[in-house]
Every structure is written in C-alpha cells, then in structure tokens.
C-alpha cells in the first residue's frame, strides 16, 4: 500500500503507529528523558543523574528507541575514555516542549491533586465503612 492511500492517523485506532510514537513519548522514563534533554544535552552519566530513579538498563533502552523514532541524537566521540553525547533532534525538541509543558503544569497542580485525592479518600472511607 502506497503512503497515500494509508488511513490518516487515529491515535484511538489500537493498529495506528501514531499510538506507539505516543506510548514513547509519554512513557515515565521517556517524559523525563525529554525533559531533561529539552534543558541542555547530557552525557549518559549525567543524563542518569539529571532523571533520578532510572535504572542504566531503562536509560540505556528509553535512549534506544527515542533515537530510533528520531527523537534523540546520539553522538559517539572517538576518545579515550569513550564520549557519548545526548542531544534533541528537531523532532524531539518538539515534543520534549510539549511533554516539558505537561511536566511543569503537573508540578504547579501537586496541590490541587492532593487535596482532591484527600477529599476522594474521606468521602470513600465513610462509604466502604
């Protein structure tokens, strides 16, 4: 089937593509990654660093596929000792500013969620009770 006479994408469709590049994007590692990315470039030391909490194993693998969509840049500097760089490509600076964006709202609204989270806990506890 040529291009053109694809479906246009749904990401609501389960045999879209576009719901794999969002599963990548919007993975917990994969937020994180390109937000810190979205900051500055990194090298993998640092990167692990910058996102707490992430195993080598899931950074290495996060790093992986978000080069192979085209996300991430990859630079490997032939010195001694080895030098890899992290970087967005314009692809990934594109996204990284939207995931970036939801980052920092979920920052500002911690407050608001805890209380909801308070109230919803009370209101079933007198329920379940």
């Known amino acids: 089937m040529k291009v053109s006479e694809l479906p246009p994408p ?3 469709d389960r045999l879209c593509p576009s719901r794999g590049v ?3 994007v919007t993975s917990r590692w ?3 990654v390109l937000g810190a990315l979205h900051e500055r470039g990194y090298r993998f ?3 692990r660093r910058r996102v707490s909490g992430v195993s080598e194993k899931m950074l290495a693998q996060t790093l992986q596929t978000l080069e ?3 996300f991430v840049l ?3 500097h032939p010195v001694i000792p080895p030098r890899v760089d992290y970087s967005l490509t314009p692809l990934g600076r ?3 500013e939207l995931v970036a964006a939801l980052a920092h709202w979920s920052e500002r609204r911690v407050p ?3 209380a909801a989270r308070e109230s919803y806990d009370t209101r079933t506890a007198g329920a379940s009770a």
């Open 45 to 47: 030391s640092e990167l």
């Open 10 to 12: 749904n990401v609501f």
């Open 30 to 32: 994969g937020v994180l």
């Open 68 to 70: 192979r969509d085209g």
């Open 22 to 24: 969002l599963e990548h």
């Open 94 to 96: 594109e996204a990284a």
């Open 112 to 114: 608001a969620v805890e």
């Open 74 to 76: 990859r630079e490997a």
